[in-house]
């Protein structure tokens, strides 16, 4: 079936723990619910209401499980993340999860841009679809949402550059930057980025 093809998206992870705990919780969200699309939502709009996002833990050396953000009700956007897709996942439901850049306007952040979790839930004949509880956007994420890697778990991404070299000065430089430059609400036809190099 399709939903077997999703099997990664059910497991339980070192970060996105599927615990009784947390599939009673959820079971209670959902009991009225009659509909795929309802459950997901019920789900989504619980976390997205009842997980504060608190900035306080962003300094740890890791994100923290999603049972630990159950139990003291706050997290980060990839600990609120790890916690949405553990309570789908504790229902059956195939739920992957997606790091890359987003923008916001909230006046918890200095930078309008910065890193960013958010997840897709599988639904059948439709595929993976976007959901943001903590941006609460649900079925769909806005178009600055920039995914850079997509996985069973919430791991920390990123890029790791290795070399050898005896007397030679190797040096490097990663630079980038990201800008709204307009807002329509609808998709242009198309989307183009410049890449700038610097001469070898």
Known sequence: SQVRSQSAYLQSTELIKVTP??????TDIVVDESTLRGVVDSVAEWTSTNIEYNLSTTNAEASLPSDQVLRQRNGVCDEITNLFIAQLRSLGIPARYVSGVAYTESDLFNDRWGAHGWAE?????????????????????????????????????????????????VSYDRSWTAGLNDYENRARPTISADVDRAAE
């Open 21 to 26: 705990e947390i599939r009673r919780v959820t």
């Open 121 to 169: 839930v599988y639904f059948p004949d439709h595929g993976l679809v976007p959901y943001d509880p903590t941006y609460t956007q649900f079925g769909y994420v806005d178009a600055t949402h920039i995914a850079f890697n997509k996985g069973v778990g919430a791991e920390k991404y990123g890029s790791s550059y290795q070399w050898r070299a005896q007397g030679v000065d």
